[in-house]
């Protein structure tokens, strides 16, 4: 088989298995099936994809044949396929959970067929090589997951809808606006063609468009002052719907920053970077202290989102500094991205464990619940593990990522950044052992309506909640005591990134046509 | 030609965030669709107005065309664009009147606390 229809298949599967649900509309059984076999299909091929992109370097797959620039390109580095294969353990394991928690209501209004296109849109998202595809798989990642908001039609996930669609249009027309552009200038869409010509382009126009692409992304990672859409709609729909988009919606905005930012914008760093960086610190602040104010154990999580996006922007943000050493930048990709993955992990697992906690109790809020840890401690040991993870503790995986992430800032010599970066980190334990004394430790109110549910045994359906919470709870252990391979593959990712000729000449741009502004007759603004 | 399109584009953003400030959900509505319409004729305007031959190559042809042609792409790109902002604000369409009809309010002014879920269930 030909290598590069590697890259086509994690976005075929789920298209294909959306399609077949849709087919079965009106059998949740088989639609139950097609969601299991469809997401292990996806996290199967998105593994391959991985191995792939590790032995023979990026993979690039022309889309019906067309050459680059003109056709579109799918093209996997390593971070697409690290990101791809999040994708796929994620869809794999909030699918086993959706078979316990999505009811009738869900099943049987589309719940898996728009699950199935929201990981094809996110898995095109990350492997397209053409910025306005790009694009188009933003607005299929987001048709499905404004569907998925609203699945069920609950008065609380009306007003978060509306913010939430309003505000991505606004980030989507934004980005865009930010493409014509881009088109205006180069006269091509092709990302790796794009980071080719902005080279040449003398223009103050380049550092605007870049601050569009970073308003437009921004919006989408959700980072300061563009964040306030998500604390109001991560909590509403049901909860393996924001598990799933707490771990990968944002990232791909993150994802895509990463993107443009290592790929095509880096001929102004000190100003691009730096208002990354002070962005990202904002953000991580902001974030913590809004989740510290907050009692719902859903909220809580949302808006710890949105501070844990600011470690992500700071490591891309510290390429900014002007005397950093070249091991440092090195490794503050690799730490961003390496957090990244970390985040998506432990963030998902903690929405799943505040399910179970709400089957259990019947409600997110944390003055209604307790008693957990006396009656259910394993319950209580699967919240402890990736709460600390998050808060960074060691040996979890968060710890490697934040220490990754803040020596980096230190070679930097960025103080007042890394000093956000580490208050940051002891309110976010704060946060989790508010979670931890309230809905864990503290007991029950006797006249608890649900106090019996804790005395009895997990039944079944319990168990295959408790699933997909296990697994992601030792891929944040593995991730943590068994790290070093994992680093070396960001290491590997940030060396891809940090030299954008690699990408540039794996996608093969000819060199008769690398200065369309001139050769060819119209092709494209001056 | 490109300084009236300038302006014209420019009228329809500040139009469109004017209305997408207010606070009826129907204005909201209506900001969006401009918005989408801004955004598309930005792309026109930026990838070059000028007049040239049909970007066609003679059936048989294998040389590129030696007179200026229009380029076809903004064309495609716009085209996919509406098709999928055509999409996009009919689900916003269907969004705002079920939020009205569950809410019972057309104010976004009222919209902010309806998330607060206080019963114990």
């Not at chain 1, 097609?34 to 199967?44: D, H, K, M, N, R």
């Not at chain 1, 799933?244 to 000190?270: C, H, M, N, P, S």
């Not at chain 1, 208002?275 to 808006?303: H, K, Y």
């Not at chain 1, 295959?464 to 943590?480: A, D, F, N, R, S």
Request: contains cysteine; glycine residues 8%; negative net charge.
């Amino acid at each position: 088989m030909q290598l590069d229809l590697l890259v086509l298949f994690p976005v075929l599967l789920p298209m294909m298995a959306a399609a077949i649900s849709v087919i079965l509309w009106r059998s949740p059984l088989a639609q139950r099936i097609i969601g299991v076999v469809g997401t292990s299909g996806l996290l199967a091929a998105s593994i391959w994809l991985l191995v792939a992109t590790r032995r023979e370097g990026i993979i690039t797959m022309e889309m019906s044949g067309f050459p680059p620039p003109f056709g579109i390109v799918l093209v996997s580095d390593l971070l697409s396929a690290l990101m791809v294969l999040m994708v796929g353990i994620m869809g794999f394991t909030v699918v086993i959970y959706s078979l316990a928690t999505a009811g009738e209501e869900y099943e049987r209004f589309g719940y898996y067929p728009l699950m199935h296109l929201l990981h094809a849109g996110v898995a095109g998202a990350f492997l397209t090589g053409d910025i306005f595809n790009l694009y188009v798989w933003f607005e299929v990642m987001l048709v499905a997951s404004f569907a998925l908001l609203i699945l069920g039609g609950k008065r609380p996930q009306m007003e978060g809808a509306v913010k939430y669609v309003t505000i991505n249009l606004v980030s989507s027309m934004i980005l865009l606006t930010a493409i014509g552009l881009t088109y205006g200038l180069t006269g091509t869409l092709n990302m790796a063609h794009i980071a080719q010509t902005f080279q040449e382009v003398d223009s103050p126009m380049v550092t605007v468009v870049a601050m569009m692409y970073m308003v437009a992304f921004g919006i989408k990672a959700g980072s300061f002052p563009l964040f306030f859409w998500l604390p109001a709609s991560y909590h509403t729909p049901p909860v393996a719907v924001s598990a799933l988009f707490a771990g990968l919606l944002t990232k791909v905005g993150a994802y895509a920053l990463f993107r443009v930012f290592t790929l095509i914008f880096t001929q102004d760093v000190e100003f691009t970077h730096n208002i990354l960086l002070w962005a990202g610190a904002i953000t991580m602040l902001t974030g913590v202290l809004g989740a510290a104010a907050q009692f719902e154990f859903r909220r809580i999580l949302s808006i710890h989102i949105i501070s844990q996006i600011g470690y992500m922007l700071m490591a891309l943000g510290l390429l900014a500094s002007p005397d950093i050493p070249e091991e440092a930048a090195h490794l503050a990709i690799a730490g961003g991205i390496f957090y990244i993955i970390h985040n998506i992990v432990v963030k998902t697992n903690l929405f799943l464990v505040s399910g179970v906690v709400y089957r259990l109790l019947g409600s997110y809020q944390l003055k209604d619940l307790g008693g957990i840890y006396r009656h259910k401690p394993f319950l209580a040991f699967l919240f402890f593990v990736p709460a600390l993870s998050l808060a960074g503790l060691p040996p979890l995986s968060g710890f490697f990522a934040k220490f990754a992430v803040i020596r980096a800032g230190l070679e930097a010599y960025q103080g007042v950044v890394v000093a956000f970066a580490l208050v940051t980190g002891l309110l976010t334990l704060y946060s989790m052992v508010k979670i931890w004394m309230y809905a864990f430790w503290s007991p029950l109110d006797d006249d608890h309506p649900r106090k019996h549910k804790l005395t009895e045994p997990n039944d079944a359906t319990t168990w295959v909640m408790y699933t997909p919470i296990i697994l992601l709870l030792i891929c944040t252990v593995v991730l943590g005591i068994y790290s070093e391979p994992f680093f070396e593959l960001t290491l590997a990712s940030a060396a891809e990134l940090l030299d954008p000729s690699q990408y540039i000449e794996a996608v093969g741009i000819a060199d008769e046509i690398s200065h369309p502004i001139e050769d060819l007759p119209a092709g494209g603004g001056e | 030609m490109e300084p009236l399109m300038a302006f014209v584009v420019g009228g329809l953003f500040a139009a469109a965030i004017y209305m997408i400030l207010r606070r009826s959900i129907i204005k909201l509505v209506i900001g969006l669709i401009l918005l989408s319409n801004a955004a598309n004729l930005a792309i026109f305007t930026a990838a070059g107005m000028r007049e040239g031959a049909p970007p066609l190559i003679p059936a048989g042809g294998v040389e590129p065309m030696i007179t200026p042609s229009a380029d076809p792409l903004p064309q495609a790109l716009i085209l996919t664009a509406i098709v999928i902002a055509f999409g996009v604000l009919a689900f916003a369409v269907v969004l705002i009147h079920r939020a009205y009809e569950i809410v019972g309010v057309d104010d976004l002014d009222e919209m902010n606390t309806t998330d607060e879920t206080k019963e114990l269930k």
